[in-house]
């Protein structure tokens, strides 16, 4: 029975996390347009409320980052630091994570570190938070 359990958990995390990611243009807009922003030295963070019971991500790595090499390989980085840590940022919101220039020369520790720092700060100051969404 807890073989079964532990199945059904995987698929349903893995559904999870295919809706769980902002892929088109509209909607990375549509989360800068609310201009709700926070931030750390290595990532700027832009939410926004979705009306969806899920949560959605985005990370953006700007060409200041030279070489695309580069800026996969901590798009990847990020990628699995969201799936390891899926449960850490709340509900019901769209996040952008744009990756600083910073980010280049850290390792995946401190990138995980930085991440879960920010999502910290960001469920902390979201429940005292007074702007109406």
Request: proline share 0%.
């Amino acid at each position: 029975m807890q073989e079964e359990e532990k199945v059904e958990k995987y698929f349903q995390r893995k559904l999870n996390l295919r809706d769980c990611y902002l892929k088109k243009n509209r909607d990375f807009q549509r989360v800068y347009s609310k201009k709700r922003t926070d931030g750390n030295k290595t990532f700027t963070l832009f939410y926004k409320k979705n009306g969806l019971d899920h949560k959605r991500v985005g990370f953006v790595i700007t060409k200041k980052v030279a070489k695309a090499v580069y800026r996969n390989k901590i798009k990847r980085r990020l990628r699995e630091i969201y799936k390891a840590n899926f449960d850490v940022l709340k509900e019901g919101y769209d996040y952008v994570f744009v990756v600083k220039h910073q980010a280049t020369e850290l390792e995946y520790k401190d990138l995980e570190k930085s991440f879960l720092h920010l999502a910290k700060r960001f469920e902390k100051n979201g429940k005292n938070s007074k702007i109406a969404d």
